[in-house]
């Protein structure tokens, strides 16, 4: 009889090696426990959206785990979910789509709640962005755990901070924001006296339009892209940190070659998640505020449809980076899953 199962010995072979890995600033072989949990983080940014996430949790090794590393795994069943909310409120609840000038429309079975689901796909947005930064902020803890903390260390910190407090502010702002949002119908009439008669089925409340001549709209929108804009710079302040304290590291060159690579893929795969989430986004936002040049531009419409499947398929993408470039996750995947005879 032929069966799937998890080999348990590659599975400790897979803790072994993660606490090995991280102990990169000289300290006791013993004392790498906690940073076993942190290099997990750095494994997992786009698993969720894989098969081989949903099958993991379900193991029989499950207990096994959540025993040896429970932080980790809570965090890698939390963030396997990003994509996966993603995918299922982009194409199944509000199975979004764009056309002219530039609607969010809704043709899934809540399509009829525009604008409630667009901040739905806000607070995953924001979900999916913490996650990241969390990552890189663990990594680089773990990095810099031996070493002094340097300026840049400090500015990171104040940096999350701030980020913090700027999404308290986003979250207030769009407790205004949302009335204007949900009356579409005078935009909509003003909309086609500046570029004249819009589709009928644009009217009904199934089709979303950025408010951009309401001043509490712009200033939600500003806030929301200064909060993307620094949660950019957090990440790439808390790599250099990181890399900086991987150079330095006292271990031996295997254990560093072992740490540059899971770095390195953590940055690329992070890099792949929120490129393909924030620049479509953008580029949508800034082809709206030019409607009355670009809308009757053909190329607009494949513009559209492709920004809607790079948010729809970013998971899946980020998902095979991380697995095309960290070496240990590659390897440690094929010994987990294998067939054998019983």
Known sequence: MMETSYD???????????????????????????????????????????????????????????????????HFHFCGKCGILMEIHTGATWKISTSFPFPLCSNGFLGEYGPECFLILVVILIYNGLACIFIFLYRMEVASKHTAPTMLYKITHFQTYLLYFLLVMLSGITVFMYPVLKEQLDYKQRLEMKVGPIPTFMLCDSCVFMIYDSPIFLIWFL?????????????????????????????????????????MSLVVSTITHLGLL?????????????????SKSSIVKYTSDFMVIMIQQHGAVSAVTMFLTNNLLRR??????YTEMS
């Open 8 to 74: 348990r010995r590659a599975l400790v072979l897979w803790f072994r090696r993660c606490s090995e890995a991280p102990n990169c600033g000289g300290a006791p072989a013993g004392k790498a426990v906690k940073t076993t949990q942190m290099d997990f983080y750095g494994n997992i940014v786009g698993v969720g959206t894989c098969d081989i996430a949903l099958d993991f949790l379900k193991s029989s090794h499950f207990f096994e785990v959540l025993a040896k590393s429970p932080l980790a795994l809570l």
């Open 223 to 263: 806030v929301a892209y200064i909060c993307i804009a620094l949660a950019y710079i957090i990440l790439f302040s808390s790599g250099i940190v990181t890399y900086k304290a991987l150079k330095v590291s006292r271990a031996s060159a295997a254990v560093r070659k072992i740490q540059k690579n899971i770095f």
């Open 278 to 294: 924030f620049i479509p986004l953008a580029t949508f936002f800034m082809l709206s505020l030019l409607v009355p040049e670009w």
């Open 332 to 337: 440690t995947a094929k010994q987990l899953f």
